[in-house]
T-cell receptor, first 116, second 112 residues
Framework: NAGVTQTPKFQVLKTGQSMTLQCAQDMNHEYMSWYRQDPGMGLRLIHY???????DQGEVPNGYNVSRSTTEDFPLRLLSAAPSQTSVYFC???????????????FGPGTRLTVL | AQSVTQPDIHITVSEGASLELRCNYSYGATPYLFWYVQSPGQGLQLLLKYFSGDTLVQGIKGFEAEFKRSQSSFNLRKPSVHWSDAAEYFC??????????FGSGTRLQVQP
């Protein structure tokens, strides 16, 4: 298993450009989520999905869109990049389980995004 | 709303000394708690987790954490720190969204 993969590893954008951060997992996990990490703020939840076709907003969703057409993929779209979106982005997945005992999140390696 | 507080932004310890990183949480139901470690430029690695049962949880790399409901705390400990433990440590609580709420992190520096 490759686990959770993210592409690209690094990206530089100009203000106003759009792009998609890719996230894929091969563990057949139901739950997937996107976080951004900023210095001194830990990781904050952007969007999450509890299964194919179901997405919802997290703590900081503005400026980002997601979709979940398959179990494996959960892309994050920046519609019009802004300097405030300069951050490191992490994708995570976790399996469905009876109760919450199995809810360990598996993180991808991250994408470092700079918006000029 | 759920929240996690890590009161220490930066801690420096000598190699071989003991370590305790503090974590306090606010969550209405029984919390499911995690500690992650992140080395510079790397992703997050799970150190340990608490779901229920024994309040003292053992993790990887010689770390342990103790859940104290009365104090809303889940402090991370290690009896003897190694230089390779220098990293940033994050405490997190699982929310009803099947996602995590993180603390702001504690950066650990290890002096030789």
């Amino acid at each position: 298993n490759a686990g959770v993969t993210q592409t690209p590893k690094f990206q530089v954008l100009k203000t106003g450009q759009s792009m998609t951060l890719q996230c894929a997992q091969d563990m057949n996990h139901e739950y997937m989520s996107w976080y951004r990490q900023d210095p001194g703020m830990g990781l904050r939840l952007i969007h999450y999905s509890v299964g194919a076709g179901i997405t919802d907003q997290g703590e900081v969703p503005n400026g980002y869109n997601v979709s979940r057409s398959t179990t494996e993929d959960f892309p994050l779209r920046l519609l019009s990049a802004a300097p405030s979106q300069t951050s490191v982005y992490f994708c995570a997945s976790s399996p469905r389980s009876s109760g919450r005992a199995g809810d360990t999140q598996y993180f991808g390696p991250g994408t470092r995004l700079t918006v000029l | 709303a759920q929240s996690v507080t890590q009161p220490d932004i930066h801690i420096t310890v000598s190699e071989g000394a003991s370590l305790e990183l503090r974590c306090n949480y606010s969550y209405g139901a029984t919390p499911y708690l995690f500690w992650y470690v992140q080395s510079p430029g790397q992703g997050l690695q799970l150190l340990l987790k608490y779901f229920s049962g024994d309040t003292l949880v053992q993790g990887i790399k010689g770390f342990e954490a103790e859940f104290k409901r009365s104090q809303s705390s889940f402090n991370l400990r290690k009896p003897s720190v190694h230089w390779s433990d220098a990293a940033e440590y994050f405490c997190a609580v699982l929310t009803g969204r099947r996602a995590l709420t993180f603390g702001s992190g504690t950066r650990l520096q290890v002096q030789p």
